[in-house]
């Protein structure tokens, strides 16, 4: 079974809206932690947001925020005030065991997204 | 903050010829490393866990002796494609946690091996 699922894609978005990706996972461990990262053109891995499954509140950095609705296991990602240099492959990705540095990420499949002026 | 570099950034090779790529921790020391491929448009694939001063844990269906890792210092990891054949073109990408635990971790800007 898959342990990270992004159901979408693609995604569209004009520039200035909202736009959420979704992701849900699938694990049996309680400490975990999930991420996204941002992948343009270029390859590069970039870190956007981290949530654990312990956190009380959802995570937030600047124009990005997580969903995090641990019952449904869902970890979606919302991206606000969309600018064009957002147009980049996203991926969620989670890491079984918490307070082990040196866990694996397991990616989800990715969702394209694409930013119209 | 952290970085992750690798080298070279891209390469092209002729079939049955080796490869060799590092991974280097910039300013922090990393006991394990991870090697990652990714075919175009598709996700990051986990083909092998790198230990510092140890072997290195494959994932299922990943040829260890085709893909052979060393991570002979706690800054550097290296993956050598070995009889490279033109199915092994790809991007291949590291990653590295910090060794005190912190949320994030720091991949390098990945490498995209051609093989002719």
């Known amino acids: 079974a898959q342990k990270i699922t992004q159901t979408q894609p693609g995604m569209f978005v004009q520039e200035k809206e909202a736009v959420t990706l979704d992701c849900t996972y699938d694990?049996?461990?309680?400490?975990?932690?999930l991420f996204w990262y941002k992948q343009p053109s270029s390859g590069e891995m970039i870190f956007l947001i981290y949530q654990g499954s312990y956190d009380q509140q959802n995570a937030t950095e600047g124009r990005y925020s997580l969903n995090f609705q641990k019952a449904r296991k869902s970890a979606n990602l919302v991206i606000s005030a969309s600018q064009l240099g957002d147009s980049a492959m996203y991926f969620c990705a989670m890491r079984e065991g918490m307070g082990t540095s040196g866990s694996r990420l397991t990616f989800g499949e990715g969702t394209q997204l694409t930013v119209n002026p | 903050g952290a970085v992750v570099s690798q080298h070279p950034s891209r390469v092209i090779c002729k079939s049955g010829t080796s490869v060799k790529i590092e991974c280097r921790s910039l300013?922090?020391?990393?006991?394990?490393m991870f090697w990652y491929r990714q075919f175009p448009k598709k996700s990051l694939m986990l083909m092998a866990t790198?230990?510092?001063?140890?072997?290195?844990?494959?994932e299922q269906g990943v040829e260890k002796d085709k893909f052979l890792i060393n991570h002979a210092s706690l800054t550097l990891s290296t993956l050598t494609v070995t009889s490279a054949h033109p199915e092994d073109s790809s991007f291949y990408i590291c990653?590295?946690?910090?060794?005190?635990?912190?949320?994030?971790?720091?991949f390098g800007p990945g490498t995209r091996l051609t093989v002719t």
């Open positions: 694990t049996s461990d309680p400490s975990y932690g």
């Open positions: 300013d922090f020391q990393a006991t394990t």
């Open positions: 790198s230990n510092e001063g140890s072997k290195a844990t494959y």
């Open positions: 990653s590295a946690p910090p060794a005190r635990a912190g949320n994030e971790q720091y």
